[in-house]
């Protein structure tokens, strides 16, 4: 079949000049940080489902964290456990923890907020990991080898089977009759369990690290080898697997989950790793995140990761990793580079113990370093003014260095600080320096060649990093946070203030009135100067780790973030600040600056690197051309096709030379649960999720019928874009699937819809009901459509199209596809009354009606409490009434629990109990 290939990219790539106003990034595309929650001992092993995260805490026992969509990570409930609780699975309303020496803990959580220990089940070993098959557990006992436990049958829970390993069994994983377990230094063991209460060792690989973990999908076995990393197994004959690849982690592979494509490895020191599993014997890393304790376990759930991080905490991690590279152009530099610079088309950076870097980025030849001026100290930050670059050389004070030549720059002048020179800013003919204990130094460079101290003023702390705008400079000042100097006397600076105690400013910039303070244990902080003598926090980020430096540019802030990379604030609204993406950076990103088309990252071992800024709403959705793969001509006349809910949003059609482009305007909201597709002459593409495709390559297969004419016979497909839902009301959904005929016409097409739960780990399928497609010409794509009232677990639906067969088709291999229901948007709940009370017990309880939204999820209702005194009614307070889970589709009455404070009016406090004291709100619409 004749093959085509649509690539979605930006115009302006790898330029040999940056293109003004064009090209952008969604920084959101990209691995990175979102949010974290500490537990009270350290996270060892965890399972998400029902936008709950349920976290074996160790000493802390079970901890269930709400992880909904839109929510903050909290803690909504917790149990203690009588071991050291290790790892955990859920299916239905239980959770299974493996508890170390105590073994199995079975714990009731069908109310999230009170879990409660229904059961123990001694194993003879450590129970160290715990996965669930059918009726039964498999328990990884660290000496007591593989344990299988009964869950379903008659008396309580009790082993029913056991198997010796060679090593201590650390991990394990189980599919149909087949158990995999890790065993340390001896590998991996291949256990028929066809008959639970006699497995048996049927195969066994032995790893060259130490196994510590299993995943599998299909045919293949993915072992996290410790200091060996990954491998991948091809178990296509258990009794004697075969290594098909490996990939050398940077930490230590101690646990793995494979999703879709990806396999996500907790990597110990070095945090989360994921690599691309297209091609099993060509594993490929796509993406990675540092964190900031030891990555121990992991959780995939729909577009984020979670990671228990050990004494880390619990946090979550944007899960979408584009194929492409980050970074338009990267150059390695010889020492470590810290601050950068713009300079007309090259760059100057602060390279440390190598001086002073020249870097042509964007030169006819290959981009590369032009010029280098050693500095006599450590340079740790530059500013370029006309043909001078000036340096913060550390303990050799200010460099001036003479740029005339790039490639021969020449330090002509220096001029010494009584303190350690790290930071500079230019204004008008004056330097201004942050020079650690030394505070704030005043330079003038009028003449650059004779610079002269003329000023200075000792700031409360160290000095870090400044930032100057008109007759104030605003420090960085460490452990004191923002100190304002008045600047109006360069040569008698003054200190007006404020000075507060912070974790750690390093590194400043500003924007307007607000100023941005990088620091290092607790983010971003945002001050408002508009009044500098009145200087007041209106805003925070939390960012992970130690925030080096910042830089703001348009409505969005960039911080470089050591290990963590590049990460990403929206800052249109200063007052609230937050995370819109990142990247992760080759080592350790350390100074950044940003213009109105790229930012400029100092990394201690990347070197130079440049990635494009990140996108605003207001521009382009996207843009891009359709080529022909074979011939690489490019496609006139195609049109492009945005669908959401199976019907076409947005369109356009390819220019003559092929180039096209959709705007954010012509565009839903919501564009993740849109669907992209190309069309040429009754030729159809394959589809593709549409993630903001601005700033990176989609690549968007044809699949056509031959060119000479229509084909003998159908070709049916969907795929797994093709699956939406729109929301129907009262808890029902309408099921979508887009069905394609790229060959003969076909009639009486039937389409089955199926539900699948995934919870914890145990697949049940649940028939929804079957379509008839009367006619599906040649080339066209038809609906199939069915109400579905889901229930609670139920996160995947499958679409089998033909599933009799009964079409004679070319082939049937893409006549199957399913989709995540946390892909597709939702509608949020509405509650209609609530009514609150006082009990004995003082607490409020509250109850209403649930009336809409998508069943089986959490949701947040804000209700109103009202006093009523005769005629007159008073607003008592405003509650965030818990989260709630519906657990059935129709309406239903909810009780809710939460403490209040009771206040006292004229003397009398309302009745506890009863009637008498009862406040009663109605409340419509209430809102997550």
Same mark, same amino acid.
């Given at each position: 079949?004749?093959?085509?290939?649509?690539?979605?990219?930006?115009?302006?790539?790898?330029?040999?000049?940056?293109?003004?106003?064009?090209?952008?990034?969604?920084?959101?595309?990209?691995?990175?940080?979102?949010?974290?929650?500490?537990?009270?001992?350290?996270?060892?092993?965890?399972?998400?489902?029902?936008?709950?995260?349920?976290?074996?805490?160790?000493?802390?026992?079970?901890?269930?964290?709400?992880?909904?969509?839109?929510?903050?990570?909290?803690?909504?409930?917790?149990?203690?456990?009588?071991?050291?609780?290790?790892?955990?699975?859920?299916?239905?309303?239980?959770?299974?923890?493996?508890?170390?020496?105590?073994?199995?803990?079975?714990?009731?959580?069908?109310?999230?907020?009170?879990?409660?220990?229904?059961?123990?089940?001694?194993?003879?070993?450590?129970?160290?990991?715990?996965?669930?098959?059918?009726?039964?557990?498999?328990?990884?006992?660290?000496?007591?080898?593989?344990?299988?436990?009964?869950?379903?049958?008659?008396?309580?829970?009790?082993?029913?089977?056991?198997?010796?390993?060679?090593?201590?069994?650390?991990?394990?994983?189980?599919?149909?009759?087949?158990?995999?377990?890790?065993?340390?230094?001896?590998?991996?063991?291949?256990?028929?369990?066809?008959?639970?209460?006699?497995?048996?060792?049927?195969?066994?690989?032995?790893?060259?690290?130490?196994?510590?973990?299993?995943?599998?999908?299909?045919?293949?076995?993915?072992?996290?080898?410790?200091?060996?990393?990954?491998?991948?197994?091809?178990?296509?004959?258990?009794?004697?697997?075969?290594?098909?690849?490996? !990939?050398?982690?940077?930490?230590?592979?101690?646990?793995?989950?494979?999703?879709?494509?990806?396999?996500?490895?907790?990597?110990?020191?070095?945090?989360?790793?994921?690599?691309?599993?297209?091609?099993?014997?060509?594993?490929?890393?796509?993406?990675?995140?540092?964190?900031?304790?030891?990555?121990?376990?992991?959780?995939?759930?729909?577009?984020?990761?979670?990671?228990?991080?050990?004494?880390?905490? !619990?946090?979550?991690?944007?899960?979408?990793?584009?194929?492409?590279?980050?970074?338009?152009?990267?150059?390695?530099?010889?020492?470590?580079?810290?601050?950068?610079?713009?300079?007309?088309?090259?760059?100057?950076?602060?390279?440390?113990?190598?001086? !002073?870097?020249?870097?042509?980025?964007?030169?006819?030849?290959?981009?590369?370093?032009?010029?280098?001026?050693?500095?006599?100290?450590?340079?740790?930050?530059?500013?370029?003014?006309?043909?001078?670059?000036?340096?913060?050389?550390?303990?050799?004070?200010?460099?001036? @260095?003479?740029?005339?030549?790039?490639?021969?720059?020449?330090?002509?002048?220096?001029?010494?600080?009584?303190?350690?020179?790290?930071?500079?800013?230019?204004?008008?003919?004056?330097?201004?320096?942050?020079?650690?204990?030394?505070?704030?130094?005043?330079?003038?460079?009028?003449?650059?060649?004779?610079?002269?101290?003329? =000023?200075?003023?000792?700031?409360?702390?160290?000095?870090?990093? @400044?930032?100057?705008?008109?007759?104030?400079?605003?420090?960085?000042?460490?452990?004191?946070? *923002?100190?304002?100097?008045?600047?109006?006397?360069?040569?008698?600076?003054?200190?007006?203030?404020?000075?507060?105690?912070?974790?750690?400013?390093? =590194?400043?910039?500003?924007?307007?009135?607000?100023?941005?303070?990088?620091?290092?244990?607790?983010?971003?902080?945002?001050?408002?100067?508009?009044?500098?003598?009145?200087?007041?926090?209106?805003?925070?980020?939390?960012?992970?780790?130690?925030?080096?430096?910042?830089?703001?540019?348009?409505?969005?802030?960039?911080?470089?973030?050591?290990?963590?990379?590049?990460?990403?604030?929206?800052?249109?609204?200063?007052?609230?600040?937050?995370?819109?993406?990142?990247?992760?950076?080759?080592?350790?990103?350390?100074?950044?600056?940003?213009?109105?088309?790229?930012?400029?990252?100092?990394?201690?071992?990347?070197?130079?690197?440049?990635?494009?800024?990140?996108?605003? @709403?207001?521009?382009?959705?996207?843009?891009?051309?359709?080529?022909?793969?074979?011939?690489?001509?490019?496609?006139?006349?195609?049109?492009?096709?945005?669908?959401?809910?199976?019907?076409?949003?947005?369109?356009?059609?390819?220019?003559?030379?092929?180039?096209?482009?959709?705007?954010?305007?012509?565009?839903?909201?919501?564009?993740?649960?849109?669907?992209?597709?190309?069309?040429?002459?009754?030729?159809?593409?394959?589809?593709?999720?549409?993630?903001?495709?601005?700033?990176?390559?989609?690549?968007?297969?044809?699949?056509?019928?031959?060119?000479?004419?229509?084909?003998?016979?159908?070709?049916?497909?969907?795929?797994?874009?093709?699956?939406?839902?729109?929301?129907?009301?009262?808890?029902?959904?309408?099921?979508?699937?887009?069905?394609?005929?790229?060959?003969?016409?076909?009639?009486?097409?039937?389409?089955?819809?199926?539900?699948?739960?995934?919870?914890?780990?145990?697949?049940?399928?649940?028939?929804?009901?079957?379509?008839?497609?009367?006619?599906?010409?040649?080339?066209?794509?038809?609906?199939?459509?069915?109400?579905?009232?889901?229930?609670?677990?139920?996160?995947?639906?499958?679409?089998?199209?033909?599933?009799?067969?009964?079409?004679?088709?070319?082939?049937?291999?893409?006549?199957?596809?399913?989709?995540?229901?946390?892909?597709?948007?939702?509608?949020?709940?509405?509650?209609?009354?609530?009514?609150?009370?006082?009990?004995?017990?003082?607490?409020?309880?509250?109850?209403?009606?649930?009336?809409?939204?998508?069943?089986?999820?959490?949701?947040?209702?804000?209700?109103?409490?009202?006093?009523?005194?005769?005629?007159?009614?008073?607003?008592?307070?405003?509650?965030?009434?818990?989260?709630?889970?519906?657990?059935?589709?129709?309406?239903?009455?909810?009780?809710?629990?939460?403490?209040?404070?009771?206040?006292?009016?004229?003397?009398?406090?309302?009745?506890?109990?009863?009637?008498?004291?009862?406040?009663? @709100?109605?409340?419509?619409?209430?809102? *997550?």
């Amino acid at each position: 079949m004749k093959q085509l290939l649509a690539v979605i990219l930006v115009s302006c790539v790898l330029p040999a000049t940056v293109c003004p106003g064009q090209g952008c990034r969604y920084y959101e595309d990209y691995l990175h940080w979102t949010d974290s929650v500490d537990t009270p001992d350290a996270a060892h092993g965890l399972v998400v489902a029902g936008g709950l995260a349920y976290v074996a805490d160790g000493d802390g026992g079970l901890q269930i964290v709400d992880v909904s969509p839109g929510s903050d990570l909290e803690i909504i409930g917790s149990t203690s456990t009588d071991g050291d609780a290790l790892d955990v699975v859920v299916s239905a309303s239980y959770a299974f923890v493996a508890d170390g020496a105590s073994g199995l803990q079975i714990v009731d959580v069908s109310s999230p907020e009170f879990p409660d220990v229904l059961y123990t089940v001694d194993t003879p070993g450590r129970a160290r990991r715990v996965v669930i098959s059918g009726s039964y557990l498999y328990v990884a006992d660290e000496s007591g080898g593989l344990q299988v436990i009964d869950v379903v049958g008659p008396g309580p829970p009790a082993v029913v089977g056991s198997v010796e390993t060679s090593d201590d069994a650390y991990g394990v994983a189980a599919a149909g009759t087949l158990a995999f377990v890790a065993t340390g230094a001896a590998g991996v063991l291949v256990v028929d369990v066809s008959t639970p209460e006699s497995p048996a060792v049927i195969g066994s690989y032995d790893t060259p690290g130490f196994a510590y973990d299993v995943g599998l999908r299909g045919s293949l076995a993915f072992v996290a080898d410790g200091p060996s990393g990954l491998l991948v197994l091809d178990i296509t004959s258990p009794d004697s697997p075969v290594m098909v690849d490996s !990939l050398d982690t940077p930490g230590e592979a101690y646990s793995v989950v494979v999703r879709e494509g990806r396999a996500y490895v907790a990597d110990r020191g070095s945090g989360l790793l994921v690599a691309s599993t297209a091609s099993p014997d060509t594993l490929v890393v796509v993406g990675s995140v540092d964190t900031p304790g030891d990555a121990l376990d992991l959780a995939v759930s729909g577009s984020a990761v979670y990671v228990a991080d050990g004494e880390g905490a !619990l946090h979550s991690i944007s899960a979408i990793v584009p194929e492409s590279a980050a970074f338009v152009e990267a150059v390695d530099t010889p020492g470590r580079a810290r601050g950068v610079a713009l300079w007309d088309t090259l760059v100057c950076v602060a390279d440390f113990d190598m001086g !002073l870097q020249v870097i042509d980025p964007f030169g006819d030849d290959s981009p590369g370093i032009v010029g280098t001026a050693d500095t006599p100290g450590n340079a740790y930050d530059v500013a370029v003014s006309g043909d001078y670059a000036y340096v913060a050389d550390y303990g050799a004070g200010l460099q001036v @260095v003479d740029l005339s030549s790039p490639d021969n720059p020449l330090v002509v002048a220096s001029a010494s600080t009584p303190g350690w020179a790290r930071s500079i800013e230019l204004s008008g003919s004056y330097a201004y320096i942050a020079a650690y204990h030394g505070g704030l130094q005043v330079a003038d460079v009028s003449s650059p060649e004779s610079p002269e101290i003329v =000023g200075s003023v000792d700031t409360p702390g160290a000095a870090y990093d @400044v930032a100057v705008s008109g007759d104030y400079a605003y420090v960085a000042d460490y452990g004191y946070g *923002l100190t304002i100097v008045d600047i109006s006397s360069p040569e008698s600076p003054v200190v007006i203030g404020p000075a507060w105690r912070s974790d750690g400013a390093r =590194g400043i910039t500003l924007s307007g009135d607000y100023v941005y303070l990088a620091n290092r244990y607790s983010g971003v902080t945002v001050v408002d100067v508009s009044v500098p003598e009145a200087a007041v926090i209106v805003g925070r980020a939390e960012t992970p780790g130690g925030a080096f430096d910042v830089a703001v540019s348009g409505n969005h802030a960039y911080v470089a973030h050591g290990d963590y990379g590049l990460t990403v604030l929206d800052v249109s609204t200063p007052v609230s600040p937050a995370i819109a993406g990142g990247i992760d950076t080759p080592g350790s990103a350390l100074g950044v600056e940003a213009t109105d088309e790229m930012v400029l990252l100092g990394d201690r071992t990347g070197g130079l690197l440049i990635a494009l800024r990140e996108c605003t @709403v207001q521009e382009v959705a996207f843009r891009g051309v359709v080529t022909d793969r074979d011939t690489d001509d490019r496609l006139g006349g195609t049109v492009i096709d945005v669908f959401r809910a199976g019907e076409i949003v947005a369109s356009t059609t390819s220019t003559s030379n092929g180039f096209y482009q959709i705007e954010a305007d012509d565009l839903p909201e919501r564009r993740v649960d849109c669907v992209l597709r190309a069309r040429k002459g009754g030729y159809f593409d394959q589809s593709t999720d549409l993630l903001h495709a601005e700033g990176f390559t989609i690549h968007v297969d044809f699949s056509m019928p031959p060119l000479e004419g229509e084909p003998d016979r159908p070709g049916l497909w969907v795929a797994p874009q093709d699956i939406t839902y729109t929301y129907a009301g009262r808890g029902s959904i309408a099921l979508t699937a887009m069905v394609h005929n790229k060959g003969a016409f076909a009639e009486n097409v039937r389409v089955r819809f199926i539900a699948e739960d995934i919870a914890g780990g145990e697949s049940e399928l649940f028939d929804i009901s079957d379509q008839l497609i009367p006619e599906l010409p040649y080339g066209a794509i038809e609906p199939a459509t069915v109400p579905w009232t889901p229930f609670s677990g139920l996160d995947r639906y499958h679409v089998i199209v033909d599933p009799e067969n009964e079409i004679d088709e070319d082939d049937e291999l893409d006549n199957a596809a399913y989709r995540n229901l946390g892909e597709a948007g939702r509608e949020p709940p509405t509650l209609v009354s609530v009514e609150a009370r006082w009990d004995a017990d003082d607490r409020e309880v509250v109850a209403g009606r649930y009336m809409s939204g998508v069943p089986g999820q959490w949701n947040r209702f804000t209700a109103i409490v009202l006093q009523v005194h005769g005629d007159r009614v008073r607003p008592r307070c405003r509650r965030d009434v818990r989260r709630v889970r519906a657990r059935r589709p129709d309406d239903r009455r909810l009780r809710l629990h939460g403490r209040v404070e009771r206040r006292v009016r004229h003397g009398r406090t309302p009745a506890r109990g009863g009637h008498a004291g009862r406040d009663r @709100v109605r409340r419509g619409g209430a809102l *997550l």
